[in-house]
T-cell receptor, first 108, second 114 residues
Framework: AQRVTQPEKLLSVFKGAPVELKCNYS??????LFWYVQYSRQRLQLLLR??SRESIKGFTADLNKGETSFHLKKPFAQEEDSAMYYC??????????FGSGTQLTVLP | KAGVTQTPRYLIKTRGQQVTLSCSPI?????VSWYQQTPGQGLQFLFE???????NKGNFPGRFSGRQFSNSRSEMNVSTLELGDSALYLC?????????????FGPGTRLTVT
């Protein structure tokens, strides 16, 4: 069975501060991991995936297989980063298992 | 390209009724997946269709069914509605293979069962 855990439902940081959204997963094989973001009144959209190893909007995420984690990080948070963030896992099938989400609020 | 579209956007039904939701994928995408989003259970996978065949199914009762047409448009049906079926139903169309596979989500259909 595959499972994704996001331990923080709510996270608030001040503008310019570093931010880290935690994600841990459980999967017996080699997972594909993603971060999706949902801004207010917008649809769910892909932020980044572990396979691409790229930085999107200043966010990065590193897959740590030893700790089964895929935490999302940004060194300097911006107010426009305020959104709901979902960590998701895809196993052998083309289905996404989502975490419960973390609502990030960046305070001015 | 136009994004994934879902109709209707909002729907109110009564317990015991049935409902059909529609999804039009991005042009060229042959994979369509459906998800249910509720405050209590979060985002849960319902099923995935590819070239008119259901390839994957989540852990939902048989009251939830779907189909895909030759033009890749998909419909989802819920029969004998229950109050707990009230949710946002998201459709996603996908492209790519393996690690490059990517899903694009629609705006969702908000279903309220009274």
């Amino acid at each position: 069975a595959q499972r994704v855990t996001q331990p923080e439902k709510l996270l608030s940081v001040f503008k310019g501060a570093p931010v880290e959204l935690k994600c841990n997963y459980s999967y017996s094989g080699s997972p594909e991991l993603f971060w999706y973001v949902q801004y207010s009144r917008q649809r769910l959209q892909l932020l980044l995936r572990h396979i691409s190893r790229e930085s999107i909007k200043g966010f990065t995420a590193d897959l740590n297989k030893g700790e089964t984690s895929f935490h999302l990080k940004k060194p300097f948070a911006q107010e426009e980063d305020s959104a709901m963030y979902y960590c998701a896992l895809s196993g052998s099938a083309r289905q996404l298992t989502f975490g419960s989400g973390t609502q990030l609020t960046v305070l001015p | 390209k136009a994004g994934v579209t879902q109709t209707p956007r909002y729907l109110i039904k009564t317990r015991g009724q049935q409902v059909t939701l529609s999804c039009s994928p991005i042009s060229g995408h042959r994979s369509v997946s459906w998800y249910q989003q509720t405050p209590g259970q979060g985002l849960q996978f319902l099923f995935e269709y590819f070239s008119e065949t259901q390839r994957n199914k989540g852990n939902f009762p048989g009251r939830f069914s779907g189909r895909q047409f030759s033009n890749s448009r998909s419909e989802m049906n819920v029969s004998t509605l229950e109050l707990g079926d009230s949710a946002l139903y998201l459709c996603a169309s996908g492209e790519g293979q393996g690690a490059t596979y990517e899903q694009y989500f629609g705006p969702g259909t908000r279903l309220t069962v009274t």
